[in-house]
Every structure is written in C-alpha cells, then in structure tokens.
C-alpha cells in the first residue's frame, strides 16, 4: 500500500478524500514506509521494532482499509472523469480495465 501512496504523491493525483485520509494519517504512513522497508531490506530480526509499531497502528485504526477503498473507487471513476462523455466512454473504460488487468469491485451510491 505504501508504494500506491508513494505513486499518488508523485504523480500529483488530487482527490478529496484521499488526502483528507492522508494528511490525517501522516505517522501512519510514515509508519507504513518503513514497516515496507523493514520487509524488503535485510533486518537482523524476522518481527522488529518497524513492523511491530506498523501493526500497533494499523490495530487501532482502520484508516488503512478507508484508504483502500477510496483509491478503488478513485480508480473505478478515474476513466470517466479523463475521458469526454460520449458514445466513446463506455469503449474507453473497457479498454482501460483490459489494459489494467483488474475492474474494482466498486458501485457508486
């Protein structure tokens, strides 16, 4: 999930929610970025201090799983909000889902 985050900052995605979920949850991430580390660069401990102090977080708050979610839906809504809207959009969204691999599970209320 910290490389999505890393990938939204980067490419300067604007989304209200998702950064209201972001700017809220700022140890969080921090927490995230480096319990990422801790798994993908050699720690002498299999469970130390950075994944302990991520999963104490992530047991308290749910922010993570609301983060998850508003980036599926960003991603579900994203084709029709760069696309113009006509008889091409529907075409369009297909061929960005066939492309993506994947089709959020996602339904707008």
Known sequence: MYVVIEGWKKLKLQDE???EILNRN???VDLLRR???AVYHFQKEMYGR???DFADEVGR????R???REFVRFLAEYPESVYPFDDGEEQ???KFYEVLGWVP???RT
């Open 66 to 68: 609301t983060l998850y």
């Open 50 to 52: 950075k994944i302990a």
């Open 92 to 94: 369009f969204c297909i």
């Open 26 to 28: 700022r140890e969080g």
């Open 17 to 19: 929610k998702i950064e």
């Open 105 to 107: 599970d996602y339904e």
């Open 35 to 37: 319990a990422r580390n």
């Open 61 to 64: 708050n749910s922010w993570l």
